[in-house]
């Protein structure tokens, strides 16, 4: 009996072996070894290939996945610029990231203070009854809206199925059904204080990467800022009209 092992080399590294048996003895000579050899380095030259496919696939998604993103908070920014309704831009914002970003749903909630929850105002994409379930659960202080609105930063759950987080929630099922694999909440803040929740689910499980959230990140800060302007340019609405209305009801006093 006789038997050849040889490893399978792919990019310098050992991915694997390939084992030879024959049942006569003395059967791989440096002739058949030659050719077994040749074998084995046709099978490691296709592995190669076959991963540096792969590998040039996921970058180009990546890439597509990060363009996606950047136009959609592109328009998210626009629209903070010609908007001064928080309504239509809530809408407008969830509306985008379907459309433009990809996601398979959104959702945005204000912050209520007195319950210290995010009650979602407007949603977009494949809701469902996800929403509903969520909020029949009641609150609850260890989920990635409560924990981003706390610490102020991003909460990401890249894998909804088997996440720690997900588990112990009560949501997590309907969250699975509807088809989400990943999410991010993103926290509005306006004038350093946290007033809602921006809410992104994919249908990748380990979307959200490190490129992918500098970049909501980044343009995050910008939507801060904006959103402090719109919030000035409300008040300000505000206080010209309340002033015009005392100005009227003195003009009609005096009459």
Known sequence: NSI????LIVSGDVRGMIALYHRESDFFDAEELKLVEEMAGDIAFAMEFIEQDNQRKLAEQQVKHLNRTLNMLSDINQAIVRTEDTQTLFEDACKLAVEKGGF???WIGILDLSTNRADPVTSAGLVGDYLEVALK?????YGPTAIALKIRKHVVI????HDPIMERLPWRDAALRMGYRSSVALPIIVKGEARGIYHLYSEIPQFFDDQELKLLDELAAERDKLMSILDSKSKLKKLVKD?????AKKFGDAR
């Open 104 to 106: 398979r749903m959104a």
């Open 137 to 141: 659960a009641g609150p609850v202080d």
């Open 158 to 161: 890249n894998d909804i199925a």
């Open 4 to 7: 050849a092992s040889l490893p």
């Open 243 to 247: 002033e015009l209305l005392a100005d």
